[in-house]
């Protein structure tokens, strides 16, 4: 079992939708958890992170971290074709520094 | 303020050759960590220098390599190419020494190993 889990998509949804983007996690000993945005042919551009458990807000981003449940979401409101990308989540390693990915979900948000 | 700088942007080396790829942090950083980002395994970490320190290291074999350098700037060697070292390299830097270190991401190495 992967230590950080994720959906592979793709995941369509029409503009203005929500975007919802869930992640699993199997180690507890983590506390900090990331939402990267990558385009193709970029490097991944840091969204939000979040520190333990409860809800993180970022303009139309919402991070959430359920620590009971060992599961991460990313909530995207009023959704873009802008925002048509792959979503990685990421935990950090318990020294810093070390990020452990999930696989990535593609969204495609149709206009 | 300029972001992470990785060069060169492609390279397309042949099997047993080596291939030297290059970081440059953003201002102020000190910590530089390199992955690598394939089709099948996706991002994975390959190891982490903070002040000219390897501080981690993830699962991969001697052939790949790095060092950093008084400037922060970092580099990686992969000696002895196998087809299987075609990814994109990723680069991130980080000014916090952990936790919440807040990775920051170069546009990546893309190399292609024939």
């Known amino acids: 079992q992967k230590e950080v889990e994720q959906d592979p998509g793709p995941l369509s949804v029409p503009e203005g939708a929500i975007v919802s983007l869930n992640c699993t996690y199997s180690?507890?000993?983590?506390?900090?958890f990331m939402w990267y945005r990558q385009y193709s042919r970029k490097g991944p551009e840091l969204l939000m992170y979040t520190y333990s458990s409860g809800n993180k807000e970022d303009g139309r981003f919402t991070a959430q971290v359920d620590k009971s449940s060992k599961y991460i979401s990313l909530f995207i409101r009023d959704s873009q074709p802008s925002d048509s990308a792959t979503y990685l989540c990421a935990k950090e390693g318990a020294a810093g520094n070390k990020l452990t990915f999930g696989g990535g979900t593609r969204v495609l948000v149709k206009p | 303020k300029a972001g992470v700088t990785q060069t060169p942007r492609y390279l397309i080396k042949t099997r047993g050759q080596q291939v030297t790829l290059s970081c440059s942090p953003i201002?102020?950083?000190?910590?530089v960590s390199w992955y690598q980002q394939t089709p099948g395994q996706g991002l994975q970490f390959l190891f982490e220098y903070f002040s000219e320190t390897q501080r981690n290291k993830g699962n991969f074999p001697g052939r790949f390599s790095g060092r950093q350098f008084s400037n922060s700037r970092s580099e990686m060697n992969v000696s002895t190419l196998e087809l299987g070292d075609s990814a994109l390299y990723l680069c991130a830097s980080s000014g916090r020494q952990g936790p919440n270190t807040e990775a920051f991401f170069g546009q990546g190495t893309r190399l292609t190993v024939v």
């Open positions: 201002s102020g950083h000190r910590s």
């Open positions: 180690n507890s000993a983590f506390q900090y």
